[in-house]
């Protein structure tokens, strides 16, 4: 996992794991959104692993998944509030990064 820095406090990145989140913690991030949508593929950790350790590391963690086809203007209300209500650095995950980039964008984040 190489964050994105899309500005001093967003950031996107392919699929992190429950091993990342001290790393990411001690780099400053304060918040989580997950926009990867559970069992997407064989492998993927659960949002609820990633939640409980982030939480355990003092890290606020929100789930606002996208379909891999593009988010709808729900998942992009969804993400405004998520971002309205999460403190900054941010890092957003899907697989690649491509989808949190796109969202971010579509909610008017970057």
């Known amino acids: 996992m190489t964050p ?44 609820a692993e990633i939640e409980n350790a982030a939480e355990a590391a003092g890290i606020e963690a929100r789930y606002v998944p996208v379909s891999p086809s593009g988010a709808t203007p729900a998942d992009v209300q969804d993400m405004k509030q998520a971002l309205d209500g999460l403190p900054r650095p941010l890092l957003a995950y899907c697989r690649s990064g491509a989808r949190s980039r796109a969202i971010l964008a579509a909610a008017g984040a970057k």
């Open 4 to 47: 994105t820095h899309l500005d001093d406090d967003l950031a996107v990145s392919g699929q992190i794991g429950a091993g990342d989140i001290a790393r990411l913690a001690a780099s400053g991030v304060r918040a989580i959104i997950c926009n990867r949508p559970d069992g997407e593929e064989p492998g993927q950790p659960p949002f």
